[in-house]
């Protein structure tokens, strides 16, 4: 891949997408490294409580993405402009600063797709609740059954080369986006690395998932809905270009 205009080291779009999030969302872009993301494209789903404003106070570019947390990360990934897009959430728990480990391997061109595991890395006491923990290990168990990955979280923060996203053909524009793109990425035989980080309690507002019973369980559907058309659909793996997603240690 070639260094994105200017000569020097490639660096990656950032792609944040946001819901009412004027409480964490200025801390979320000044903690992102300068010398890893060559810009940060907030896409918003029509806030009303001043996340817009915070967005672009802080440097960020902000886009008006329409509602659905899929069509939130597809409208900035169309919009980014390095071959490299990362993807994390807007409400301060994803690690910001640690986004060189997570573009890193995508960047250096050893792996096509990277995701964080709060399950595995440290997390801040009430920062998941159980039921997170479980259908994160639910669905990395049934990807494996299926693909021979081997995920064990859900985790919004991910790196993946922009070709490769496009060629995923994405199609769930609301909270089943993330699994599907790990079930894709994996019955595709992409190179796939997994790393541990950190996990932190969001810095205001409330969760749309998890911060309500109504939020848990529409986005539960959408996931549980998305897995079985994803698995029902077998036209395009690649059988023995399948690899396994690989761990550091």
């Not at 020097?8 to 999030?21: L, R």
């Given at each position: 891949?070639?260094?994105?205009?200017?000569?020097?080291?490639?660096?990656?779009?950032?792609?944040?997408?946001?819901?009412?999030?004027?409480?964490?969302?200025?801390?979320?872009?000044?903690?992102i490294p300068p010398d890893v993301a060559l810009e940060i494209i907030v896409a918003d789903g029509g806030s009303t409580d001043g996340?817009?404003?915070?967005?672009?106070?802080?440097?960020?570019?902000?886009?008006?993405?329409?509602?659905?947390?899929?069509?939130?990360?597809?409208?900035?990934?169309?919009?980014?402009?390095?071959?490299?897009?990362?993807?994390?959430?807007?409400?301060?728990?994803?690690?910001?600063?640690?986004?060189?480990?997570?573009?890193?391997p995508v960047l250096a061109g050893t792996h096509d797709f990277v995701i964080a595991s709060r399950t595995r890395g440290q997390r801040?006491?009430?920062?998941?609740?159980?039921?997170?923990?479980?259908?994160?290990?639910?669905?990395?168990?049934?990807?494996?059954?299926?693909?021979?990955?081997?995920?064990?979280?859900?985790?919004?923060?991910?790196?993946?080369?922009?070709?490769?996203?496009?060629?995923?053909?994405?199609?769930?524009m609301t909270y089943g986006w993330n699994i599907e793109m790990q079930m894709k990425a994996a019955r595709s035989g992409l190179r796939?690395?997994?790393?541990?980080?950190?996990?932190?309690?969001?810095?205001?507002?409330?969760?749309?998932?998890?911060?309500?019973?109504?939020?848990?369980?529409?986005?539960?559907?959408?996931?549980?809905?998305?897995?079985?058309?994803?698995?029902?659909?077998?036209?395009?793996?690649?059988?023995?270009?399948?690899?396994?997603?690989?761990?550091?240690?």
């Amino acid at each position: 891949m070639e260094p994105v205009a200017g000569g020097g080291a490639m660096k990656a779009s950032v792609v944040i997408p946001t819901f009412n999030e004027s409480a964490a969302i200025a801390a979320v872009i000044e903690e992102i490294p300068p010398d890893v993301a060559l810009e940060i494209i907030v896409a918003d789903g029509g806030s009303t409580d001043g996340t817009q404003a915070a967005a672009r106070a802080a440097g960020a570019t902000v886009i008006d993405a329409g509602r659905g947390y899929g069509r939130a990360c597809m409208a900035g990934a169309i919009a980014a402009r390095s071959p490299v897009i990362v993807f994390l959430d807007g409400d301060g728990a994803d690690r910001g600063d640690l986004l060189g480990s997570i573009a890193g391997p995508v960047l250096a061109g050893t792996h096509d797709f990277v995701i964080a595991s709060r399950t595995r890395g440290q997390r801040d006491p009430g920062s998941m609740l159980w039921h997170q923990v479980l259908a994160g290990r639910l669905a990395g168990w049934g990807m494996g059954a299926l693909y021979g990955a081997s995920y064990s979280d859900m985790c919004a923060f991910r790196a993946i080369r922009k070709d490769v996203l496009n060629g995923l053909d994405m199609r769930e524009m609301t909270y089943g986006w993330n699994i599907e793109m790990q079930m894709k990425a994996a019955r595709s035989g992409l190179r796939i690395l997994e790393v541990p980080v950190p996990y932190r309690c969001r810095l205001g507002g409330v969760s749309k998932v998890a911060g309500s019973l109504r939020g848990t369980v529409r986005a539960s559907g959408k996931i549980v809905s998305t897995f079985v058309r994803v698995a029902a659909d077998r036209g395009s793996d690649r059988g023995s270009d399948r690899r396994r997603t690989s761990r550091p240690e």
